[in-house]
């Protein structure tokens, strides 16, 4: 695959001798929308985990095989963990804003790198604010608490959060399951124009949302790859049996 940004080889991962993710190799391209597609419980989420070392903070998981992120391998453990994590955003199940104002969640990260001019972090706040479309709906008070926002004014929020550290990669993790149909589709708009500066991973077990979101497709099934391509070969052309049953079920 051309211009891989994330090599993944021979990723294991066990609980006590159970294992969860088995033998994963994959590469995942730069500045496209990536959608591991699974049923619940199969492997997704600690993938995900795995990618920004969220994995560590477990007891009793074993990992082994490697994961490069621009040639850097992330699983060594001399390797800063902090800027690893720097380079990718989270997105959760749910928003969880911080229980701060609009302006000083936006403004969080920003001030953790060392950004303390008002005027230039005012600017950045509303640049990544505009960036996830909700500018417009929170500029007459941003010294609100982000708590009184909407569910899904909540996850851009959290979204232009993340934006504002400047990561390479989004990691979303069902970002929409928790919302509405119209706040679903707004998160799926703002994908779909970040993916120009971003490589984005979204995890679903939403079929449709797949087909709609993604460029390239990684099909899971208890903890193994079992077929990935493009959206038309996956959904369209599947090769392999579980793939076919999966869909036929879905659909």
Same mark, same amino acid.
């Given at each position: 695959?051309?211009?891989?940004?994330?090599?993944?080889?021979?990723?294991?991962?066990?609980?006590?001798?159970?294992?969860?993710?088995?033998?994963?190799?994959?590469?995942?391209?730069?500045?496209?929308?990536?959608?591991?597609?699974?049923?619940?419980?199969?492997?997704?989420?600690?993938?995900?985990?795995?990618?920004?070392?969220?994995?560590?903070?477990?007891?009793?998981?074993?990992?082994?095989?490697?994961?490069?992120?621009?040639?850097?391998?992330? !699983?060594?453990?001399?390797?800063?963990?902090?800027?690893?994590?720097?380079?990718?955003? $989270?997105?959760?199940?749910?928003?969880? /804003?911080?229980?701060?104002?609009?302006?000083?969640?936006? +403004?969080?990260?920003?001030?953790?790198?060392? !950004?303390?001019?008002?005027?230039?972090?005012?600017?950045?706040?509303?640049?990544? !604010?505009?960036?996830?479309? $909700?500018?417009?709906?929170?500029?007459?008070?941003?010294?609100? /608490?982000?708590? *009184?926002? %909407?569910?899904?004014?909540?996850?851009? !929020?959290?979204?232009?959060?993340?934006? +504002?550290?400047?990561?390479?990669?989004?990691? +979303?993790?069902?970002?929409? %399951? +928790?919302?509405?149909?119209?706040?679903?589709?707004?998160?799926?708009?703002?994908?779909?124009? $970040?993916?120009?500066?971003?490589?984005?991973?979204?995890?679903?077990?939403?079929? *449709?949302?797949?087909?709609?979101?993604?460029?390239?497709?990684?099909?899971?099934?208890?903890?193994?790859?079992?077929?990935?391509?493009?959206?038309?070969?996956?959904?369209?052309?599947?090769?392999?049996?579980?793939?076919?049953?999966? $869909?036929?079920?879905?659909?």
């Amino acid at each position: 695959m051309n211009d891989t940004i994330i090599g993944i080889h021979h990723l294991n991962v066990t609980h006590a001798g159970t294992p969860i993710l088995k033998d994963v190799n994959l590469e995942i391209p730069r500045n496209r929308v990536t959608v591991i597609l699974g049923p619940s419980g199969c492997g997704k989420t600690t993938l995900l985990k795995c990618l920004n070392r969220l994995i560590d903070i477990y007891n009793g998981l074993d990992v082994s095989g490697q994961i490069y992120l621009d040639g850097e391998e992330i !699983l060594n453990r001399r390797n800063d963990l902090t800027r690893i994590r720097q380079k990718m955003g $989270l997105l959760s199940q749910r928003p969880y /804003p911080l229980p701060m104002s609009i302006f000083d969640n936006v +403004a969080y990260g920003l001030k953790i790198q060392g !950004l303390r001019n008002r005027d230039e972090l005012a600017d950045r706040v509303e640049f990544y !604010l505009r960036q996830v479309n $909700l500018w417009e709906e929170v500029k007459d008070r941003l010294k609100s /608490p982000a708590t *009184r926002l %909407s569910i899904g004014q909540q996850q851009r !929020l959290c979204l232009a959060r993340g934006l +504002a550290v400047e990561p390479e990669i989004i990691l +979303a993790d069902e970002p929409t %399951s +928790a919302l509405d149909p119209l706040s679903s589709t707004c998160i799926e708009e703002q994908f779909m124009k $970040l993916k120009r500066d971003y490589t984005i991973l979204i995890v679903t077990h939403i079929m *449709r949302q797949a087909r709609r979101l993604a460029d390239h497709v990684i099909f899971i099934y208890l903890g193994e790859v079992i077929e990935q391509g493009t959206p038309t070969q996956i959904f369209d052309h599947p090769q392999h049996p579980t793939t076919k049953q999966y $869909l036929r079920v879905g659909h």
